[in-house]
């Protein structure tokens, strides 16, 4: 064997490791899991992971030649094809049975978000609103009376409030084909900004092949869609120009409030590159836009907003939030009120530590930028007592994006230097 292709023998370890890994987690879900879009799901999945450690080993025993199917990219596309793409058509056709809204999980081929979310638009349609009042349904409200996100979330359910109607139009109209395009949509449009780097294996293993995100990709969705319109804002305020990042940012905000701390990231970007001047317009943006998106749904009905967007996801609602995944901070917390207590404590040191760490280190470039928005946005799903373990799709997608713009900024220093840097 060459030189050449020993050389790869580390990076081809790697990747046998991290589709072996994914191939357990897809057989794992697949037999045991209680919702059907993740049995589904798994497997499929099942056997993309299965292809591309396959097709790694083989890559391990051949010598490099010419051929797509002899790059590692290719096991990348049998992971697209059967972890993401196939379960994905399949559960929008599924759907079309009707098993929404019914308490049988092994039944769903959408994750409730899903139709909660086409729900909300229909209403904001018809009431200006896309929340109910809870306490007036004339019986005892539910988790899934919830539309727990912000009023631009609704913007993803209004193809089907608008197009539905038809087993045809209601599956191109599926909530989770509006957030699979605008996630597409987005990293291709970061890519463009930053020069089209060639996306290293790794990075597309961290934030596509992952099992987290071809899983949320198939079922569900909206936070993909949310983490693509974060890749641009930082895009943008990386590339100086703070306030169409400041404009993207805030309909992020307003769609999904679990992604604010990257206001003080993209904010400690902006002041270091531009200055004090620019940091002000970025903020005055960002509050203009974030009162435009949000106040006038706020003012239809302040109480039921403030019941859905602030009280029932912090567990303060009328009904408990099912966010529960065992993560540390739940697990700490549900030993009693001092576990509760110990797991706030440690939430606040992690956000002061990610606060020290911004300011003594302020970001100057788009990958210092992602890696501090994906530390904090990790800490902060690990740690707070009601969370998801989905959540933690952000920051894998983050480090992904963080790998791409490494690259994009060592071969281009208009990229890889702020704007009043001599280079």
Sequence with gaps: MSQRARSLLPPLALDLLFYAACLVYALV?????????????????AIGYGLAAAHTVWLWRQPRGPGWWRSRGAGLAAVVVFAMLVPLAVLVVRRLTGVDWLITPFSWSAQPEVWVIERSAELLLRHGTPYVDVTALGRP????????????????????????????????????LAFAVTACVCAWLTLRMIGMPRVPVRAAQLAVACPLTALTWSVAGPDLAIAGLMLVAVTLAATDRPTASAIVLAAVVSAKLIVAPAVVVLAVLVAARLGAGALVRFLATLVAAGAVLTVPVLLVDPAAFTE????????LGVVRSPAASPLPGHLIASTGPVGNALAFVLLGAAAVAVLVWLLRRPPVLGSDAMLRIAVGLGAFTLLTPATRYGYLVYPLVLLGAMLCFRRAEDGNPAIGTTSSSPG
């Design 29 to 45: 879900t697949a037999f045991v899991s209680e919702f059907y879009g993740f049995r589904v799901w798994g497997a499929f999945a």
């Design 141 to 176: 409200p539910e988790v899934n009376d919830y539309t727990p996100y912000g009023p631009v979330m609704a913007v993803f359910g209004l193809p089907r409030a608008l197009f539905g109607g038809s087993p045809v139009a209601d599956a191109l109209t599926d909530a989770r």
């Design 308 to 315: 859905h967007v602030l009280r029932f996801p912090a567990g």
